[in-house]
Structure formats: structure tokens, C-alpha cells
């Protein structure tokens, strides 16, 4: 695990805990040095701060992003929303907000590596549309083109793919795909579903097959 964060006590404190948890842990104090690391030792995940001198957390994911499906994990100060919502928009697996509870951080650290873990899943295919999900090599396919998304991205997708006409609620997704319920990160599914649209549907502002139930929350219609 790369633990990235200006703070000594925030690093020291969320080393302890992953440690603790049987990781191996690296740490950067600037995102400079988080870029060297990434390039170097090719960490399994990261824990990022927004806030960091040089390049800061936001552009730091989406130089990740732009090169990998390198799981990331944003620490965000609890009034930064807008930082929540772009990073969730370059491609950040999920957010913690500071002050934070070292165990749940493990958790969702955990949780990530899960769901990034392609061994769990079955040698199996799940198509709709024009659209081609491989659960083994977790890739995805539209009209025969490979389609980039997250390791967050591909697994609600696959979720709700593999349960066609299923309505899910925002908590029911979190539970199912995040791993964890909380009434306050529900907004982390909506910002998933638009960018899988953008993605997959053929014109987002009317999607074929990623429907709104309102009121209730989504499906996935073959």
C-alpha cells in the first residue's frame, strides 16, 4: 500500500492500522515523490490526500488513471465536496472523509482490493445490447472496442449486469459493491452510474440500459 499524505501523524496513523492488517506499506510526503514510488514499486494501492504540495492528490489520480487501473482511495477534509466529486470523476475507487476512523479506512481498503481481485470472479461472459463484460480478464467491450473503466466502475457494472431488470437502491449498491452501507456516500453511486453512461450507452442523456427507477434507484435493462 502507498499511503500518501503531508500530515506525519495522519501517515503514521493509517501506516499503523494497514500494517496492522498484515500490508507492506511505502509512504510519500508530496505527490513528486507518491509518482516516483508508483513508477518504481507498482504499490497494489493508494491512499491519497487532495491536499499535498507539488502535485496535488487530484491531478496525481488522474495522471493514475490516465495509466493504470491502479485502485485509489481519496482522504478528503470533510468540507471539501467538490474535491470528492472530481475526484470520483477521474476515476478514484472511493473517498474517506478527515477526521476519519483508521478502521473503517482499513475496511475500504479491503474492500477495494476485493473487488480489484480478479480471482474471485468465474470464467464467464455477460453481454446487453452491443456491450461484452468478460468477468475473468474484467474487461469490457462495446460494438467490439474496449471500453476503459475503473476497478469500482467494472464491478457495478458487472453487478447490476448480472441481475438484468433488477432494481437496486443507492444503500443496496453500496452494501453489494462497495462492501459497506452508509446513507452519507450514496452520492458515490450516482456519480459511478453517470460515468459508466458516458461510457457504455450510446447517448448518456438517454440511457438504453443504465435506467433511473426514481424514487427507488437503478437497472439494468438488457
Not at 509512504?27 to 518504481?40: F, K, N, P, S
Not at 493508494?46 to 495509466?67: A, F
Request: charged content about 30%.
Amino acid at each position: 500500500m502507498l499511503v500518501v499524505d503531508d500530515e506525519p501523524i495522519v501517515r503514521d496513523v493509517v501506516v499503523r492500522y494497514l500494517e496492522h492488517d498484515g500490508f507492506e506499506t511505502l509512504i510519500a510526503a508530496d505527490g513528486d515523490v507518491a509518482r516516483a514510488l508508483i513508477e518504481e514499486r507498482e504499490p497494489a494501492l493508494v491512499v491519497l490526500d487532495v491536499m499535498l504540495p507539488g502535485i496535488d492528490g487530484l491531478s496525481l489520480c488522474r495522471w493514475i488513471r490516465q495509466r493504470s487501473s491502479l485502485p485509489v482511495i481519496l482522504l478528503t477534509a470533510r468540507g471539501e465536496e467538490a474535491d470528492r466529486i472530481v475526484g470520483l470523476d477521474l476515476g478514484a475507487d472511493d473517498y474517506v472523509t478527515k477526521p476519519f476512523s483508521p478502521r473503517e479506512l482499513s475496511a475500504r481498503v479491503r474492500a477495494v482490493l476485493r473487488r480489484s481481485d480478479p480471482s474471485p470472479l468465474a470464467a464467464e461472459t455477460v453481454s446487453f445490447g452491443d456491450v461484452e463484460l468478460d468477468a475473468a480478464a474484467r474487461q469490457v467491450r462495446k460494438a467490439d472496442e474496449p471500453v476503459d473503466l475503473t476497478t469500482r466502475e467494472f464491478d457495478l457494472l458487472w453487478f447490476l449486469a448480472s441481475h438484468p431488470g433488477h432494481v437496486f437502491s443507492r444503500d443496496q449498491l453500496m452494501d453489494r459493491v462497495w462492501g459497506y452501507m452508509s446513507a452519507v456516500e450514496t452520492g458515490t453511486v450516482t456519480v459511478h452510474v453517470r460515468r459508466l453512461r458516458e461510457k457504455i450507452e450510446t447517448d448518456p442523456q438517454k440511457p438504453s440500459h443504465l435506467k433511473t427507477v426514481w424514487g427507488v434507484g437503478y437497472r439494468l435493462d438488457p
